[in-house]
């Protein structure tokens, strides 16, 4: 093997490497963003049930107003 050849080999080698790292960056923030996303979830059904339940006595009400 040439210097060439071990040049080119440890340069290939550092542009994986960076380019792992890069990878495993991004991979660590959509990781967070769904963990984010999932919390959340669950609180936002919440949230619909309880506007939704709100929205039914407030049309029910005004239907008992009507009559």
Do not use: P, W
């Not at 550092?14 to 890069?22: K, L, P, S």
């Not at 919390?39 to 049309?59: C, G, I, K, P, T």
């Amino acid at each position: 093997m040439t210097v060439q050849d071990e040049d080119y080999l440890f340069d290939c080698i550092e542009q994986i490497r960076r380019e792992t790292h890069e990878c495993n960056v991004m991979l660590k923030q959509i990781c967070k963003v769904v963990n984010a996303y999932l919390m959340r979830h669950h609180q936002e059904n919440e949230d619909d049930f309880m506007r939704n339940v709100l929205a039914n006595l407030v049309s029910n009400g005004l239907d008992y107003l009507g009559k």
